[in-house]
Structure formats: structure tokens, C-alpha cells
């Protein structure tokens, strides 16, 4: 029989001692522009060191693809880092853990428990649409001047969260809410700075005040949520879970919880566990959610002739006298465009949390030895003008065929792919359709008289976030309170 194809190494950067490629790596640029400029000149796949790891980059859209689910199984690890293991008490958590039987069995019930509220059932929707309504009430209270739009959403999103995960909705202004915001904002001002690449593994050696901070916000969440879980496990009844935490106490063993009993399912799923998810469920909703929903605003401000074709849309499909539903979702694809556009544009995680290779595998016909770090440079595959027609223009129309069908270009992951696709996939979405759609049918959003168009680079913290901005509401006719 033929011998197998020779394996080549994958082109790399230079190391020093410690510091690996860091020298060569551009001092600050964000990493994903970095890689997407090192792209340009080793190609789509290349390896660097970052600090002490040995660390592969993949910036096209067929390797990722083999990467995230051909190849999904030998690449569903994640590697240990300083600032995620204290967020999640090592890896008790769904997106920081490393790949195990108890992992997947951990996010099999984290996924079942979403899909219990998810789609098609109405007590979703009608959770999101009481947060809509809020919100657009809120938004069109500023009558006429301008402001920035971001608290508002972010507390409308985090009040969506709050109820599925433990069953509280708030009042504007509720300490309790205000509590959530603020150690959440904490986290995601310090736990990475330049992405969820853990660039300084020494880190720990020197504690300093951001990771006193990051501590700080992190006890003052556990407090919250410890309260809540005791709260739940005091009120648990036989009846359908209320929600998430009722879902999870549920998931774990009938008898003897939290401790392994062999055979039942739930076993291994400890407190902790169940803990480490409601706050993962917290930090991944409302960021993801809340940013993306802020980048499109930022976009239609730029393109008021896309805003105008929304609610062209809504008029003709949906009208004035009823608040929108997710019946209406099939009916709305040029808004489903601009949804898409705006994830692509500007992904919320332009690089992937890094993954690890499990065992020896390849990527591309190039041997990947075991223990390797991968990262999947998603904002390179979402402008590739290879694929792409005039990538940095923000224009949804590219998710239509010649006949206005809805088309999905193999080279767009917005949630990535394969054992590790994001598991809030259909709850973001339809937060972003019921937001978005209920938002443009009730108002328009310009910019306030003489003022420059939203910044359009972002900030790269944890997430990818457009810079503040402001805007100026008015309302659409028959919506002039904001709700009926
Ligand atoms: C993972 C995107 C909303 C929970 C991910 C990943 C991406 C992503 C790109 C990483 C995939 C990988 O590492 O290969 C998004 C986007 C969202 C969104 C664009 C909204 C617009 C949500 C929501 C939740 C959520 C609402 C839950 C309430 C998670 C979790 C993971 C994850 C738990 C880790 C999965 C794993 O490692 O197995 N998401 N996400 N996400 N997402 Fe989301
Ligand atoms: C956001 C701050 C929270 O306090 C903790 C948290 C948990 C899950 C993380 C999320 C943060 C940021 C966005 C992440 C999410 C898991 C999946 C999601 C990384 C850090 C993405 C976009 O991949």
C-alpha cells in the first residue's frame, strides 16, 4: 500500500527563552488583527509560542472546519489557565473545561436544560418580551435627547438571564440587580485583557490588583449565587423545574447529591458544578448578547437605509396594532440578514477560546502533536475577501440569493462549530430576533444632531465591544409609550 503523506511542520515564528514569539508579536496589537496580519505572511495555518506554548493559529475557514468538526473529537480540549481556573473553580464550568465524561455529560444536562425553555415553548418568549417591553418603555422615556443606549440593554439582557437562570425579575434600579451588573462588568474588565489568550502564565507570581479585583467581583458573585442555589434546594419540589438551578439541582443524583453514587446519571454533578454553571450561563448571556445587539445599533446608525428596510419589512409583515413573536421570525429574513451581518462584521469572539488537541492529530496534512493550543482566528475567516465581496462593508444582502432566498456561506461560524459549539445558540438567537425586530418596529434610532457615527473598531476586552455612543430615539406611530 501507498505510504502515508509526508508531514510537514507548520511554518512558525521565532521563540526566545520565556518570552516565546512575543517579541515578534507586535507589541499591541489586539491578537486577532496580529494573527490576521501574520496570516498574510505564513498563511492560514501557523504556529508561535505563547509564553511557554506551543500555541497553532488557524486563519481559513476549510481548516477550521476541519479543526471544529471533522476533526472536532481530537480537538475539543481547553487548556488550564491562571485567570478562568479561579472564575470557575478549575474547570466546574462548561466553557473553561477541559474535555472529560463528566464535561460532556455536564453539558449534555446544561444543554437539555435550555432546550426545556427554548424554542417553542411560550415561556421563553414571554420572558424576553416582558424584558422588550421594559426596555423599549425605558429607551423612549429619554424623549428626544441623546444618550447611550448601552446600560439600558445591558440591564434589559441581564433581566432575561436572571429569570431563566433563577427565576428573579427586577424593577429598574433593584439593589440586587445593580449588584449583578456590577461584579459582572468587574469580571469582564479583568479577567483577560486582549482576549482569552492567557498570554502571561506567570501571572500568578506576582498577584496584583487586577487580580485582586477579579477576586473581589468573583466572591461577591458567589455570595449572590450561593444564596440563590440554598434558596432553590429549600424550595425544590417534584413538579417541572421553574428554572436553570432547578433544572441542574434536578440533573444531579435523586439521592445522595453532589456525591458520586455509580450508575446514576447526575453523578459527579457536584454544588460547585451546579454553581459554576449558573454563572457561567450569567456571564455568557448577558456579554455575548448585549454586544451584539450594541454592534448592530452602531451599524444601522451608519446605514439608516438598512434601519428604513427593517422596518419597511415590519410594517408590511407584522404591522402596528401587535407586538412582534417568534411565530413572525420566518417572515423577517431581511432582519435575520442584518442579525447575521452584524455577527459576522463583528464577531463577539473574533478568536475562539483556545483548544487543545486531545491526541496526536493534524490539521491540513500537518502533524499536531497532543497537548497542542489552537486557536481559531474566526475574524479572518469572517473577512476573507477570498470569500467575502468587499468584506468591511456592513451589508446584509449577501446572506440573499439571486431569487432573496436566505443563504448561510460555509465560512460563517458566528457560534463556532462541532463537540464545542456554543451551547446558547437558539436562546441568543431568538433574544436577538424578539429584541431587535420589537426595537425597530417601535422606534428609530439616528444619531444626536452634530455628532460623529459610532466608532466602528471596538475594544477588545473579554468579548469584542463597540466604544460607547449615543443615540437619539423617536418613536414609530401607535408605539409613542413604548409598549400596549
Ligand atoms: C461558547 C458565541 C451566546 C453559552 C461559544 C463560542 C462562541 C460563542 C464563538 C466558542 C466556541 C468554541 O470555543 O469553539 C456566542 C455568540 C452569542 C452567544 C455570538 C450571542 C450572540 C451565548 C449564550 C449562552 C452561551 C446566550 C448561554 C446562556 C456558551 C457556552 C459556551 C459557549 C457555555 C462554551 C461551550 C463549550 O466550551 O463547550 N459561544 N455565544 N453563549 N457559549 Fe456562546
Ligand atoms: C463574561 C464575564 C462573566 O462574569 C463570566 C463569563 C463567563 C462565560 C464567558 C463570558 C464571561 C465571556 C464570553 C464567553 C463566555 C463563555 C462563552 C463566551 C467567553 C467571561 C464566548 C463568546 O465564547
Known amino acids: 500500500s501507498a505510504p502515508p503523506p509526508a508531514r510537514t511542520s507548520i511554518p512558525g515564528l521565532p521563540r526566545l527563552p520565556v518570552l516565546g514569539s512575543l517579541p515578534w508579536m507586535g507589541g499591541d496589537v489586539a491578537p486577532h488583527l496580529l494573527f490576521t496580519r501574520l496570516g498574510r ?32 473529537k481530537d480537538f475539543a480540549g481547553r487548556p488550564s489557565m491562571v485567570t478562568t481556573n479561579l472564575l470557575t473553580r478549575g474547570g466546574k464550568d462548561i466553557a473553561f473545561c477541559d474535555f472529560s465524561p ?28 416582558s424584558a422588550v417591553d421594559d426596555l423599549c418603555v425605558e429607551l423612549l422615556s429619554a424623549g428626544g435627547r441623546g444618550f447611550d443606549p448601552s446600560p439600558a440593554v445591558t440591564r434589559a439582557v441581564t433581566n432575561v438571564v436572571c429569570t431563566l437562570v433563577f427565576g428573579a425579575t427586577y424593577r429598574h434600579g433593584d439593589a440586587e440587580l445593580q449588584e449583578v451588573m456590577r461584579y459582572n462588568d468587574g469580571i469582564v474588565q479583568t479577567i483577560t485583557r486582549g482576549g482569552l489568550v492567557d498570554v502571561y502564565p506567570w501571572m500568578k507570581l506576582f498577584p496584583n490588583q487586577t487580580l485582586r479585583k477579579l477576586k473581589e467581583c468573583i466572591s461577591v458573585r458567589d455570595r449572590l449565587l450561593t444564596r440563590k442555589l440554598e434558596e432553590h434546594k429549600a424550595s425544590l419540589s417534584d413538579g417541572d423545574p421553574r428554572d436553570l438551578l432547578d433544572a441542574l439541582l434536578k440533573g444531579q443524583t ?73 411565530s413572525d421570525r420566518g417572515r423577517l429574513l431581511y432582519l435575520d440578514c442584518v442579525i447575521n451581518e452584524g455577527m459576522r462584521i463583528r464577531p463577539v469572539s473574533p478568536v475562539l477560546i483556545p483548544h487543545t488537541a486531545m491526541t496526536d492529530s493534524s490539521i491540513g496534512g500537518h502533524a499536531v502533536r497532543r497537548g497542542t493550543r489552537v486557536l481559531v482566528n474566526m475574524w479572518s475567516i469572517h473577512h476573507d475577501p477570498q470569500h467575502w465581496d468587499r468584506p468591511d462593508l456592513f451589508n446584509p444582502d449577501r446572506f440573499l440569493d439571486d431569487q ?18 456554543c451551547v446558547g ?4 438567537r431568538l433574544e436577538l430576533f424578539l429584541f431587535l425586530s420589537s426595537l425597530l ?18 475594544r ?25
Not at 432573496?404 to 459549539?421: D, N
Not at 445558540?425 to 441568543?428: G, T
Request: charged share 20%.
Open 254 to 326: 435523586g439521592s445522595g447529591r453532589g456525591q458520586s453514587s455509580p450508575g446514576s446519571e447526575g453523578a459527579g454533578i457536584t454544588d460547585d458544578h451546579v454553581l459554576m454553571t449558573a454563572a457561567e450561563a450569567f456571564g455568557a448571556g448577558v456579554e455575548t448578547t448585549s454586544t451584539t445587539l450594541l454592534w448592530i445599533l452602531a451599524y444601522l446608525l451608519h446605514h439608516p437605509e438598512v434601519q428604513e428596510r427593517v422596518q419597511k419589512e415590519l410594517d408590511e409583515q407584522v404591522g402596528s396594532e401587535r407586538a412582534v413573536s417568534v
Open 102 to 129: 463528566l464535561w460532556k455529560l455536564h453539558r449534555r444536562l446544561v444543554h437539555n436544560s435550555f432546550t426545556l425553555f427554548g424554542e417553542g415553548t411560550s415561556r421563553l418568549q414571554d420572558v424576553v418580551l
Open 425 to 428: 445558540e437558539s436562546l441568543a
Open 41 to 72: 505572511r505564513y498563511g492560514p495555518l501557523f504556529a508561535l509560542h505563547v509564553g511557554p506554548h506551543y500555541t497553532v493559529v488557524v486563519n481559513s475557514h476549510e481548516l477550521a472546519r476541519e479543526v471544529l468538526l471533522q476533526r472536532g
Open 441 to 458: 418596529q417601535r422606534m428609530s434610532f439616528r444619531l444626536p444632531d452634530g455628532a460623529a457615527p459610532p466608532n466602528l473598531k471596538g
Open 460 to 484: 477588545l476586552g473579554v468579548v469584542l465591544q463597540p466604544l460607547p455612543y449615543k443615540v437619539v430615539v423617536t418613536p414609530r406611530p401607535g408605539w409613542e409609550g413604548g409598549s400596549k
Open 404 to 421: 432573496g432566498q436566505r443563504v448561510t456561506p460555509s465560512c460563517f461560524l458566528p457560534f463556532g462549530a462541532g463537540p464545542r459549539v
